[in-house]
Nanobody, 121 residues
Framework: QVQLVESGGGLVQAGGSLRLSCAAS????????MGWYRQAPGKQRELVAA???????NYADSVKGRFTISRDNAKNTVYLQMNSLKPEDTAVYYC???????????????WGQGTQVTVSS
């Protein structure tokens, strides 16, 4: 019903930048919050940043001042600009969206397939 397709991951040196994108498509009526999570090897998945349909944002303390989340509601797309990357930012990054689909009245969580971000020291 809904697909989230991520792009923009890769390998970068410490101090560098990457921009992740995630486009939602399918039988979408509306999207509430969209966000990025990450999971490093041996660790639990954690919230990196989230943004509501109105533009309110929330960041993990570890990325405040370095990462910026934004979205284009017309394109059902969320972005994550990552600057001053550190080796500890290395993880698989997952896109998440709270979506109401055609025929439903409730928001449901959807996830992307994940994109690898590797920061070398």
């Amino acid at each position: 019903q809904v697909q989230l397709v991520e792009s923009g991951g890769g390998l970068v040196q410490a101090g560098g930048s990457l921009r992740l994108s995630c486009a939602a498509s399918g039988s979408i009526v509306s999207i509430n919050a969209m966000g990025w999570y990450r999971q490093a090897p041996g660790k639990q998945r954690e919230l990196v940043a989230a943004i509501t349909s109105g533009g309110s944002t929330n960041y993990a303390d570890s990325v405040k001042g370095r990462f910026t989340i934004s979205r284009d509601n017309a394109k059902n797309t969320v972005y994550l600009q990552m600057n001053s990357l550190k080796p500890e930012d290395t993880a698989v990054y997952y896109c998440n969206a709270e979506v109401v689909v055609v025929g439903s009245y409730y928001f449901k969580d959807y996830w992307g397939q994940g994109t690898q971000v590797t920061v070398s020291s």
